[in-house]
């Protein structure tokens, strides 16, 4: 093989053999060449001088004689292998020593493999001599030893690197295990080597059960699959599966293997798991429970939301408190009746209807009373008409009635039949109420050819009827129209007029019949107007009641009218006293009686100095309500006296439960006493009953001497009216009582 040192090949010069010998010689070793199993090669000089057959063969050549001549540096991978081949042979061989390595050598078809290689001299002395060679192909051997090392590695990183413990045991002592059992049970590595087996068990109980259970299994030549219990180093547990045999089961002294892995968290999940599948049972239950539910819910959510949606109508149409059609609901029907009526040349009537003073309803006994009164007067109104009309509530108390085919008399007609049925009473809780309504009349076509301005033209006439009186009705004319518009007016200027002082009090007397002389005065509102003039009381009293000023103005009225009294006692006349208007909504404010106490307290004058005139309707419109304030009045000795009486409905069933001190006879039964023998029963019945019960009586509007002596004759108390005096100021109601006293002897004549 390789070598700058071989010697050259053939024998010494000086050898001396017969041919014979030679040739026997040269056929014996070619012999033993060709024979030999491995490669044998002669080199010299870097050349191959001789080679058997299995070198030929090792290197892909067919002869021998292929090889002869060959640079031996042919047969390496590259220049670098073969000379640091040389460098480290030439180191053993040049000591007389052969040389032994593994190399890898290149194939003739030019691949490599490995081979080993014996190299030795001939002539350690002389390396020219050359070497020989022995080489051997182990690259198959090779190839398996490096399978072998490299399952045997692949087996030691499996055994250091499986995620299950590995254990060997032998007499139930650890003889090796992996590091994943140490750390699976918290121990340091090599710190579980030569062990007992007990060690990683919580108890003695636990570790010979264990026993038990395996060994019989084991020693049978079987497997052992099972779940232990197994203790960690701090003492917490570690649930194993399991999974053993011996080693030889034809020798069980060589131990056995065990494969252990950690399912605690397995165990706990499937635990948590099982919980979980009893609580999804559980929810799966609950769920169809649910979805039955829903599923029934769903029919009814069907039926509500049908439901829903023909209420969702109803509120669309229909008023939410009374039931009765909204103004929607009633602008359709007008529609349809306006073009049936103008289809058929014919007529209708709307009827705007407003509750009189409804808001004191609200103000002194709460809504809950006035929602429960408006639904009671709702179902009378709707029994009141024929069946094809429309009640309607456009919102608060206000109402509209929808008549088809109604003319002027049919619509008085049932304007006058609604009047009739607002005179009885209404029981509300305790509360016996009765609530009067102002009605405007407007006729198709002669009012309007819409719904819109049919509307307008009965609001305008309902408001007629309230500045006429109220508790009546009136049809729409086009003088209303500009008598609408001076209302607005007035009610504007009516905010400032006490401001400006536009406002004072007259005084008209109230005659005693016996002595002749003044006993009170009555005390009478006016407004002078810059622009117009003086304006009627009947006019704006209203306009101040439906505005709300009248509370403010009633409030002055009162103090005015008491400050002169006080005036007028301190100036010599100690016992007169003072009757004063109230209106309704100022007799159902609450703090009523508290406030006439403070007033009279503050011009320090007694109780009965004040005589507060009420209407009959303040006082029969809710008759509880008007006999607590009363009582209170009563108590603190204020006197009452009930103005305009007789001309009312139902003061009689009521009157024996108010306080009152005083009946007025009106006017409208004075007026006619000399001519109409009615009145003159009436104001005779007037007078005794007033007398039966106690009561004093004064009558209004006397303007003749006839009507002064029935009225004394009959035995009434007292008496006004311009047969003595017109409505004075102050300045000259002084002047005029204190003539009437200086002419108290004298008969009772009238003034001039």
Request: negative net charge.
């Amino acid at each position: 093989m390789p070598s700058l040192y071989s010697a050259p090949d053939g024998p010494p010069s000086d050898l001396s053999a017969s041919s014979s010998t030679l040739e026997r010689t040269l056929r014996e070793q070619q012999t033993l060449l060709d024979s030999a199993g491995v490669g044998i090669v002669f080199v010299r000089q870097r050349v191959v001088v001789r080679c058997n057959q299995r070198y030929a063969e090792i290197f892909g050549y067919d002869r021998a004689e292929s090889v002869v001549g060959l640079g031996s540096e042919s047969f390496y991978p590259d220049r670098e292998a073969y000379r640091d081949l040389g460098r480290r042979a030439y180191a053993e061989m040049s000591q007389g020593r052969a040389f032994r390595t593994e190399r890898l050598m290149r194939h003739a078809r030019g691949h490599l493999f490995w081979a080993s290689l014996t190299g030795r001299l001939l002539n350690p002395d002389d390396t020219s001599e050359g070497s020989i060679w022995i080489l051997d192909d182990i690259d198959a051997q090779r190839q398996a030893q490096a399978q072998l090392s490299a399952a045997v590695r692949d087996k030691q990183l499996l055994f250091d690197h499986a995620m299950v413990g590995i254990v060997y045991l032998r007499n139930r002592h650890l003889t090796r295990c992996n590091r994943h059992f140490e750390q699976m049970l918290g121990y340091a590595p090599g710190a579980l080597a030569g062990s007992p087996s007990r060690r990683w068990y919580a108890s003695d109980e636990d570790w010979e059960a264990v026993g038990r259970l395996c060994y019989p299994v084991l020693e049978a030549g079987g497997s052992f699959e099972g779940e232990v219990r197994l203790c960690r180093q701090d003492g917490r547990p570690v649930i194993c599966e399991v999974r053993s045999k011996l080693l030889d089961p034809a020798d069980p002294s060589q131990g056995s293997i065990w494969i252990t892995m950690d399912v605690t968290e397995r165990k706990q999940a499937q635990a948590a798991l099982a919980r979980a599948h009893e609580e999804l049972e559980r929810l799966v239950q609950d769920r169809t429970r649910e979805l039955r539910a829903t599923v029934d819910n769903l029919h009814r959510e069907i039926q509500e939301r049908q439901a829903d949606q023909e209420r969702i109508y109803w509120l669309a149409h229909y008023d939410a408190l009374t039931g009765l059609p909204n103004r929607t609901l009633l602008a359709e029907r007008a529609r349809l009746a306006i073009e049936d009526a103008q289809s058929h040349n014919g007529s209708l009537a709307l009827v705007f209807l407003d509750l009189d003073h409804f808001k004191h309803v609200n103000d002194s006994l709460g809504h809950p009373v006035g929602d429960a009164l408006l639904v009671e007067i709702a179902k009378r109104l709707a029994g009141s008409v024929r069946p094809r009309d429309t009640v309607s509530r456009l919102g608060g108390d206000e109402f509209i009635l929808l008549l088809p085919g109604a003319d002027a008399q049919t619509a008085a007609r049932m304007a006058a039949q609604l009047l009739d049925a607002s005179r009885q009473p209404y029981q509300i809780d305790h509360h016996e109420l009765t609530m009067a309504p102002s009605m405007g009349i407007a006729l198709f076509p002669r009012d309007g050819l819409d719904f819109e301005t049919l509307t307008q033209s009965a609001d305008v006439a309902m408001y007629r009827a309230k500045l006429d009186g109220r508790n009546t009705f009136r049809f729409f004319t086009p003088e209303m129209q500009a008598q609408s518009a001076r209302a607005l007016a007035l009610e504007n200027s009516l905010r400032r007029a006490l401001e400006r002082e536009q406002l004072t009090l007259h005084y008209q007397p109230q005659i005693d019949l016996e002595t002749g002389l003044v006993q009170s005065v009555e005390a009478l509102l006016r407004w002078h107007h810059p622009h117009w003039g003086q304006v009627s009381p009947a006019e704006f009293i209203p306009i101040a009641e439906d505005s709300g000023q009248i509370l403010q103005i009633g409030d002055w009225v009162l103090r005015t009218a008491l400050a002169q009294l006080r005036a007028w006692r301190d100036s010599g006349m100690p016992h007169l006293t003072m009757a004063v208007n109230l209106s309704a909504i100022q007799f159902r404010e609450p703090h009523l009686p508290e406030r006439i106490a403070q007033l009279l307290s503050e011009f320090d004058l007694p109780p009965d100095a004040l005589e507060l005139e009420l209407t009959e309707g303040v006082a029969v419109s809710d008759p509880h309500t008007a006999v607590t304030t009363m009582d209170q009045l009563h108590a603190r000795g204020v006197r009452m006296s009930m103005d305009d009486f007789g001309t009312g409905y139902s003061s009689l069933s009521q009157l024996k439960r108010f306080r009152i001190f005083k009946l007025k006879i009106d006017q409208s039964f004075v007026r006619d006493l000399g001519q109409d023998a009615n009145d003159r029963a009436i104001v005779s019945a007037i007078i005794r009953m007033a007398q039966a019960l106690g009561m004093r009586t004064t009558a209004e509007g006397v303007e003749t001497g006839e009507q002064l002596h029935f009225l004394r004759n009959e035995g009434c108390h007292s008496a006004q009216g311009y047969h003595f005096s017109t409505p004075l100021p102050a300045e000259a109601m002084e002047r005029f009582m204190r003539q009437r006293a200086a002419e108290a002897t004298t008969e009772l004549e009238p003034a001039h």
